[in-house]
């Protein structure tokens, strides 16, 4: 994005929308950031590794995922299989924001997605629910995603220099387990979200005996099967109903 057009949507007042939509679950955000960067450097990863990972991967969920995977020296393809599971919700982000962004160039449609998250889109979608563009829809987009990686790179990168200062005793795993509770209870707000949570869930505790964190994989597959057939039958039942509407007109 060139200085001019960054200018533009920092005076533009759906920028400063966006961002006050984040710093709401900024607190939630930044607390699972300081516990993934103290988690990686505790897990074994040197200090520029762990910064190269915050800035490359930006991915929180996927990090925590593969972190106990790498400790225990799981073999690689089971490492890059979980964070290709955790990170599938991204594929049906992409194919929505589709309808707001494709006439984007690639280059800004890319760094879209570098900058993408869960409550970003959350927040989006329920301030523009009808797919179509909208020249607020950019600068509310570049608002929420400034807050929401400052938000999480921020308290992330002190989590890895500062690692070896930061005592376990503090309880930062359980702090960074109360962050993921409080913003994923935000984002549930139909019921394929609900449904696939508790089948997460139940899996997940069902199958802890895995090896090598596996039933984090079968939470994952269990818990998208879930929404998506669950999604299925909800817009069958949608056409059934107007079909029988149109039938009784």
């Known amino acids: 994005m060139s200085l001019p057009a960054w200018r533009a949507h920092l005076r533009d007042p759906s920028f400063r929308q966006g961002a006050r939509d984040m710093l709401g679950t ?24 762990a910064l190269f990972m915050s800035l490359t991967v930006y991915a929180g969920s996927a990090q925590l995922a593969v972190l106990p995977l790498m400790v225990a020296g799981a073999p690689l393809w089971v490492v890059w299989l979980t964070a290709t599971c955790v990170n599938l919700r991204f594929v049906i982000f992409s194919s929505m924001w589709r309808s707001y962004f494709a006439h984007l160039p690639r280059r800004q449609r890319m760094a879209l997605g570098y900058f993408s998250g869960d409550v970003i889109f959350v927040c989006f979608m329920q301030r523009f629910p009808k797919p179509r563009p909208d020249p607020a829809q950019l600068p509310y987009f570049w608002g929420a995603a400034t807050t929401n990686w400052l938000a999480w790179q921020v308290p992330s990168v002190t ?66 099967t879930a929404g998506l057939v669950t999604e299925a039958g909800e817009r069958a039942l949608r056409r059934a109903r107007a079909r029988s509407a149109g039938g009784d007109a």
């Open 26 to 49: 900024g607190l939630g955000i930044g607390a699972w950031g300081l516990v993934t960067g103290v988690a990686m450097v505790k897990g074994g990863l040197s200090t520029p590794l």
């Open 159 to 224: 989590g890895i220099i500062l690692s070896n200062v930061i005592p376990l005793s503090w309880g930062l795993g359980f702090a960074g387990v109360l962050a993921l509770l409080g913003i994923l209870l935000s984002m549930l707000a139909d019921r394929a979200s609900w449904l696939a949570t508790a089948v997460a869930s139940t899996a997940a505790v069902a199958t802890f005996a895995l090896p090598l964190k596996l039933n984090i994989l079968v939470a994952i597959a269990a818990a998208v």
